[in-house]
């Protein structure tokens, strides 16, 4: 229990101060860096949740695909981030005022009864928690139950990945393309011509 | 194969959503690998494909399969409003198929786009659960994001896909947020479920009511009724014609029949927690339909603004919560559907001096050289506006009669108010069409025979459906008789 106490202090810890570290870095590549670590912090939270099939997603749409794009086209782009900050003192009043209704929500919500009657969340029902791991719990009820849903959501990919070759792509006629049959079906008296050249006149 | 498999394979194909996937990917796959006429094909590959998922439709082999009955459902007002969906699909591909081909944006994915639209209707009206709701409303409306900006050179045409997405989007989060919220004090995504769970609680706590608003402001946002229409006349404006005559006709259609099943569903039970919200949208929608109608020179802004108007006028059945607003609301979305297939189809092959025609101006004299044509547009005006003996009073009649039995007479008196207030921008057309002065003008038609046919077909409907409106309200009757047994 102490282990479980101390790794959760550790990934929550890491990932508030990481993120704290997102929005105050001056390297905007240093922030995405930073976003990474704080997601990484939150798998391990959802891991200590028990939710281990949440916690891989994580990692692997977040980390592996999203902050990597995202990466890339921080670098990508030139973008002057000195000027963007220019407004931030302007902002920074009603920024304030934004963080302490926020506070004052969160303490109302924490220190008083007014949210935690019972009327409002009586009805909510609490997932099963059961010994086996929740990535072969999904997989059984995805197949089955969700089935239709999984089968839409199948469609809506192709739709989408219909949609943005529609919209983008461009037939060139300049570039090149290998025709797999041509080659296949050249051979040398195709290939080659053999003609006679009169001395002194060329072709 | 044993008997067994066989049949069991028939009832798969019998049904329409599944046969939809299955031939739309097929004619995807026609329309990559043929190298000529490939629009031309796909277009009327689509096309029958669509007929035959039609006549699937209508047939409603019972079929039950493993668990698709808790996400899935079928009743007739479902049966009826997704053969209106399907035939909408239909009449819009054939009414646009020659002006994709004269803008050069002959591309086979647009009928591919619109099958698969259709398909997303189909598993939106049927939705018998939160997720297949979200799903299908978020097939619909990506296929639609994509063919709003088909025409890649074009500014507008790039804007008003860029605008529909970011407002779609955000009008999904907003309902799937509500979706989140429902789930969260139900414990559970099943319209069936969440109405038996809200029976029980007997009362709808502070959550409930806020996924409750927050799921219609999404649908609002579907239905294009005001305060959330801000999108319409752009979108329609910008996308070009024949795709405009797509989202005018269609996903209307669809989106009115979820905001029904939704309200009358799961929250049948607690009328007077949503029908605040609807008679202020329905009141809205009809008065800024109206108002805002009246200052427009494109045509295709004017027909936003009258569908926004329309919207109003189809939440009034809605807010009448009886059999007759059921009744009046499938005789009003067939009339809307007619006309609208019927002002396109004009709209789509009418040409001055070899361009087409996008503002009201530009009509003017119109009556000199095509009397048949103008006729058409002024009964298809007149229809719009709501005056008597054509089909537009039948629709606005019926839903007027559903609220007065409602006892909200105010709201059927705003109705005919703001009807009143519209009809000055219908006749403004045929005023133009008639008696405004001719300039150079030289009008070309070039009507294609198939949608010459639905043109003609709509017009007698319109003109004679004083004739024979028993038909029509028979199958209300029944449906609405069906719904609320």
Redesign the interface.
Same mark, same amino acid.
């Given at each position: 229990m102490i282990i479980y106490t101390l790794s959760f202090y550790l990934f929550s810890t890491i990932a508030v101060l990481s993120a704290l570290m997102v929005i105050s870095s001056k390297n905007s590549v240093h922030s995405v860096l930073f976003l990474i670590l704080s997601f990484v912090n939150a798998a391990g939270l959802f891991v200590l949740l028990g939710a281990e099939f949440l916690a891989m997603i994580l990692l692997v749409v977040y980390v592996g695909a999203v902050a990597v794009l995202f990466l890339f086209v921080v670098m990508m782009l030139d973008i002057n981030y000195i000027k963007l900050r220019e407004g931030f003192l302007q902002y920074l009043p009603f920024g304030v005022l934004l963080g302490i209704v926020l506070i004052v929500e969160l303490g109302i919500a924490f220190f008083t009864e007014t949210f935690s009657e019972m =009327? +409002?969340?009586e %009805? /909510?029902?609490m997932p099963e928690i059961t010994i086996t791991e929740n990535t072969k719990l999904l997989g059984f009820v995805l197949y &089955?139950? %969700?089935? %239709?849903?999984f089968q839409? =959501?199948g469609? !809506?990919l192709?739709? /989408?990945m219909?949609?943005s !070759? &529609? +919209?983008t792509l461009r037939q060139r006629e300049i570039s090149k393309k290998q025709i797999i049959s041509d080659q296949n079906n050249a051979d040398a008296s195709k290939a080659i011509i053999k003609k006679k050249i009169k001395l002194r006149e060329g072709i | 194969m044993s008997l067994r498999m066989q049949n069991n394979l028939l009832a798969i194909f019998m049904m329409p959503e599944i046969t939809l996937v299955l031939l739309t990917t097929i004619i995807l796959l026609i329309g990559l690998f043929q190298k000529k006429n490939s629009f031309s094909n796909v277009t009327n590959l689509s096309v029958i494909a669509l007929f035959f998922v039609f006549f699937l439709i209508y047939l409603n082999r019972e079929f039950s399969f493993a668990s698709y009955n808790y996400f899935f459902k079928s009743s007739l007002l479902i049966q009826f409003f997704k053969s209106i969906v399907v035939l909408g699909s239909i009449a819009s591909i054939i009414i646009s198929k020659s002006y994709f081909e004269e803008l050069k944006l002959s591309r086979f994915e647009i009928p591919v786009l619109i099958s698969f639209s259709t398909l997303g209707m189909l598993i939106l009206i049927s939705s018998n659960d939160l997720i297949s709701m979200y799903l299908g409303i978020e097939l619909q409306s990506l296929t639609l994001y994509v063919v709003a900006a088909i025409k890649r050179d074009s500014i507008q045409s790039a804007e008003s896909g860029v605008k529909y997405f970011v407002l779609g989007a955000l009008s999904s989060g907003i309902l799937l947020y509500g979706c989140s919220l429902i789930y969260g004090f139900t414990g559970t995504t099943n319209f069936e479920e969440i109405r038996l769970s809200l029976i029980s609680i007997n009362h709808l706590s502070l959550g409930i009511i806020f996924g409750l608003v927050f799921v219609l402001v999404g649908l609002a946002f579907k239905v294009s009724a005001v305060p959330f229409h801000m999108w319409t006349p752009d979108v329609y404006e910008g996308a070009p014609t024949s795709i405009t005559a797509f989202f005018a006709i269609v996903p209307k259609v669809s989106a009115v029949a979820i905001i029904y099943r939704f309200c009358l569903e799961p929250f049948g039970n607690f009328y007077s927690e949503w029908s605040q919200i609807i008679i202020f949208l329905s009141i809205s929608s009809m008065f800024l339909g109206a108002i805002a109608a009246i200052a427009q020179q494109s045509i295709k802004r004017l027909l936003a603004y009258s569908s926004i108007g329309h919207v109003g006028y189809i939440l009034i059945g809605l807010a009448s919560a009886n059999a007759a607003g059921i009744k009046g609301v499938i005789i009003y979305m067939l009339i809307y559907v007619v006309m609208n297939i019927a002002i396109f189809s004009i709209i789509l092959s009418l040409k001055n001096n070899n361009s087409y025609i996008e503002k009201i101006s530009e009509l003017s004299g119109l009556s000199k050289s095509k009397p048949i044509i103008s006729l058409s547009i002024a009964i298809i005006m007149l229809s719009l506006a709501g005056i008597p003996p054509f089909a537009g009073f039948f629709g606005k009649f019926y839903i007027f009669i559903a609220a007065v039995e409602a006892d909200l007479i105010f709201l059927a008196v705003l109705g005919v108010i703001s009807s009143v207030i519209s009809a000055y921008y219908y006749l403004r057309i045929i005023k133009v069409l008639y008696f405004d002065e001719v300039d150079d003008c030289n009008y070309q038609s070039i009507i294609t025979s198939q949608s010459l046919v639905l043109l003609i077909c709509a017009i007698l409907f319109l003109s004679f459906f004083v004739f024979y409106p028993s038909v029509f309200v028979t199958i209300g009757t029944t449906i609405s008789l069906d719904f609320f047994q």
């Open positions: =009327s +409002l969340v %009805y /909510a029902q &089955t139950k %969700y089935f %239709y849903l839409i =959501s469609i !809506i192709l739709v /989408a219909i949609g !070759i &529609t +919209l | -």
